[in-house]
């Protein structure tokens, strides 16, 4: 059985987990860094299961900053619940489980929440690779990203809604 539901504190663990699988140390949001998220933003993380295995993940805040700064990503403190703009952190996918939909049938659950919120889009950062994924559900690439983050070149993307 396969379910959507948003994270709680008791998640930290597999959290951390599954973002040290999904991406690189450099990119990688530490423990310390999703416990403060948890405790900002939990309705802003989505998690897709299978049976009770944590297979994908979508997690990020809300602002009414139009653009996603690396600041964000130290700073859970800077969401604010009622911002316009939902931003997305990080999109993963167990690398075992990847190329099979899970991904995007998350972001499909995260539009139509940050549509059902009232949000005038959502904002993320991607590696050039992942822009026709994200095209897909139509995002758009606004340009290079002035964010560092992990030492990568990062492309900003938006989806008005």
């Known amino acids: 059985m396969m379910y959507i539901r ?36 939990p309705d802003h993380f989505w998690l897709l299961f299978e ?13 009414d900053e139009p653009d996603l ?28 489980r990847q190329h099979q939909g899970f991904a995007g049938r ?12 009232g949000r005038r889009g959502i904002v993320l ?5 992942l822009i026709p994924f994200y095209e897909q559900f139509g995002f758009v690439k606004e340009g290079k990203s002035e964010s560092v983050h992990g030492g990568v070149v990062w492309y900003q993307m938006r989806l008005k809604l």
Not at 10 to 35: G, V
Not at 51 to 63: P, R, Y
Not at 125 to 129: I, Q
């Open 6 to 41: 948003k994270a709680e504190q008791t998640d930290l663990r597999i959290l951390a987990a599954a973002e040290r699988a999904c991406f690189s140390e450099a990119e990688a949001a530490t423990e310390e860094q999703l416990k403060e998220r948890l405790a900002c933003f």
């Open 51 to 63: 049976e009770e295995e944590l297979v994908s993940f979508i997690d990020g805040m809300v602002t």
């Open 69 to 96: 700064t690396d600041e964000m990503y130290e700073k859970a403190s800077m969401h604010q619940e009622g911002g316009a703009w939902q931003m997305l952190f990080g999109v993963g996918t167990l690398p075992s």
């Open 106 to 117: 998350l972001m499909k659950q995260v539009i139509r929440d940050a549509k059902a919120q």
């Open 125 to 129: 950062t991607c590696k050039e690779k």
